[in-house]
């Protein structure tokens, strides 16, 4: 059976290979928990951003409802969404009003969720 560790030692060796042939790459790497990442010549930070933006936006959409910080999660990366998506141009009256809605969102669950401590 073939461990991530395995895997992981076979691909540096490719990535090595592929860099001293002048092959420009980036290699972001956690290896506690198995997660390599490799991004290509013309990778900027804000598109590394959006990449990682989809990670917490997956996460926020898959996480239960009834979980305490899911609205928290859901409603900052929906203000991030648009505001990487709009990085390079201008925000509309529409994304204003949508960051402006979830905003309100992330201040009522806070409110819930201090009210919850409070309580204890």
């Known amino acids: 059976m073939m461990t991530f560790d395995t895997f992981y030692n ?6 090595n290979k592929h860099e ?15 997660i390599v990442k490799i991004f290509g010549e013309n990778i900027t930070a804000l598109a590394r951003a959006k990449n990682g933006l989809l990670d917490v936006t997956e996460l926020a959409y898959a996480t239960a409802e009834h979980h305490p910080y899911w609205n928290l999660l859901y409603n900052c990366s929906e203000i991030t969404n648009i505001v990487l998506e ?35």
């Open 10 to 15: 076979e691909l540096h060796e490719l990535i």
């Open 20 to 34: 001293k042939n002048n092959t420009p790459l980036k290699v972001q790497k956690d290896l506690d928990v198995n």
């Open 86 to 120: 709009k990085w390079n141009s201008e925000l509309s009256k529409k994304d204003t009003s949508d960051i402006e809605w979830s905003i309100k969102e992330l201040k009522q669950s806070l409110e819930k969720i201090t009210k919850k401590i409070n309580d204890i």
